[in-house]
């Protein structure tokens, strides 16, 4: 018996002992980043740049495939359910992992309990724009005819669930109005009904929106991030328009399986962090107008932790659900 357990416990060791050795030459072959988006936009575009300077820094190829689908669920859950070797990681962003799991009935993730997060990427801010006819010129102007004009006033939104729906329900919760919501099928679909002014205002990214604010098109009252954009340098957060802690923005990091080992996911952070960090990769960034974070796996998993219950509470209010 005492045999049969030395060998046991010897196999263990050198079980161990390989695994570290594994993990201490990773990575050994090609590794993939899974964005559940179309190549183009601003998560796919990013991952292919950070691709790039991390085959470079990790001397092994880096790709990025693109599995769309179910708004990055689809995405998300390949990631989720891929072994845990570090050889397959996701670009995942707030929408799957914040907003989804209170908005469908079954998901083939647990955002908490079945991913490995490496660094929250970045965040994109929102802009509340009118159209010009609108005849409130000011946010507190707004606020006030739509409380006058219960039920009157519109507001344009991507789709359900989408960071710019969420962000105009929890306006309307926080001013306590009725503003009615029209759904479109993306941001661009919803343009020309904006300008028209067929629709009162929308909570649009800052990307598709900011140059129609420039070309005098439309008006612009705030942005939905935490601090002003860097492109949008005189536009104030909704936080300094009299909505503390106002923050409704799209946002993606950098995930892999639940199971990932240590020594690798602090080895991809610091490799992330170190790329992010470079001021011709910022630069590129931001003229996206994207804002670079780069934090670190344990501040990403507290920021999902902590979103969860407090977009779930809009979700549930405004009887949000997925297809709708």
Known sequence: MKSACGMVTALSILLAAGNAIAQGNYPEQTVRILVGFSPGVAPDVTARLLADRLSEALAKPVVVEN???AGGNIGATRVARAVPDGYTLGMVGNGSLIFSPSMYDKLGFDPVRDFAPI????VAANLLVVAND???RTLPELVALARAQPGTLSYAHAGAGTSQHLAAELFKSLVRADIQPIAYRGTTALLPDLLAGRVSMSFGNIVNVLPLVREGKLRAFAVTS???SGIAPDVPTMAESGYPGFEAVPWFGLMAPAGTSLAIV??????TARILAMPDVRKKLNDLGLDVIGGTPAELAAVIEREIPQWAKV???AGIKAGE
């Open 266 to 271: 602090d080895k991809l952070h610091r490799e």
């Open 134 to 136: 609108m005849p409130a």
């Open 67 to 69: 599995v769309t689908g």
């Open 315 to 317: 979700i549930r209010q």
């Open 119 to 122: 660094s929250q990427i970045f």
């Open 226 to 228: 935490i601090k002003r």
